[in-house]
């Protein structure tokens, strides 16, 4: 809670649309918790990546703002917002291949061949390039409220999961429906739809959009990136799936 109200407050003053903070407050005895007050912003949001009852030039509008809003985030100058603290200033693949192999290791009821192979090869194959901007850490249109009748995005929420760390890994992240099949329940992907017929663009247009907005070249080691994003992602459903076998 405390991060959250945090990292959108020093957003408020940027281009990146966040809602409004209105109060923070860390007194227990108010409400049993700490807890923050937070304008309302009217949209509408999508669970689901194909962004069902738009027609084609909406969708393809969306993603690219998208894409320009993820730009704007990993344009700001963290120091200038106050953040400087707000996490480690280097080595984040590293940290995150640590981090997430340990919380995997200590869910796994049995052995997943799969998995085995990513713990070897993520570490050997990390990005020699160390960019460190604001890492939303769960970028993707359920996190994100888009205006009520325009293609454009009005407030990026849910920042648990932010800190100080590598764009691309941002990026990688809301990607991943281009390579998840159609029916998935929650994690339900673009695989499987005619995605010109959608108006949605294909993954290299998408990083297109976003690199041009933010500057960048096409990253050379993009395959890091997804493969991480795919083994954190397993290693968080690894720890529910566990939970679960433990009656929580």
């Not at 069902?52 to 703002?65: C, K, L, Q, V």
């Not at 995005?153 to 429906?177: F, I, Q, R």
């Not at 992602?233 to 690894?238: E, G, H, K, M």
Request: hydrophobic share 40%.
């Amino acid at each position: 809670i405390e991060r959250e109200h945090r990292i959108m407050e020093a957003l408020g003053p940027t281009d990146v649309p966040v809602p409004a903070m209105r109060v923070f407050c860390d007194d227990p005895e108010v409400i049993g918790t700490p807890f923050f007050i937070m304008d309302h912003v009217a949209g509408r949001v999508f669970q689901d990546p194909a962004l069902p009852g738009m027609i084609p030039p909406e969708r393809r509008a969306t993603f690219r703002d998208i894409a320009h809003t993820l730009a704007r985030l990993h344009s700001v100058d963290w120091m200038s917002a106050g953040l400087g603290d707000f996490g480690k200033h280097s080595g984040y693949a590293e940290r995150q291949v640590r981090l997430w192999t340990r919380q995997y290791e200590a869910a796994k009821p049995d052995p997943i061949a799969d998995m085995d192979a990513l713990i070897e090869w993520l570490p050997r194959n990390q990005p020699d390039d160390d960019l460190t901007t604001i890492a939303h850490g769960d970028y993707r249109p359920g996190n994100l409220i888009l205006h009520p009748s325009e293609p454009r995005v009005v407030a990026v929420l849910d920042w648990e999961l932010s800190t100080l760390g590598h764009p691309l890994c941002d990026l990688a992240y809301n990607c991943l429906p281009y390579y998840m099949p159609e029916e998935a329940g929650a994690l339900s992907g673009l695989g499987g739809h005619d995605l010109k017929a959608l108006g949605i663009p294909v993954e290299d247009e998408f990083i297109a959009d976003y690199c041009a907005a933010s500057g960048r070249n096409r990253p050379e080691n993009w395959h890091f990136f997804v493969a991480f994003s795919f083994f954190r992602l397993a290693s968080i459903s690894q720890g529910v799936y566990a939970r679960a076998l433990n009656g929580n």
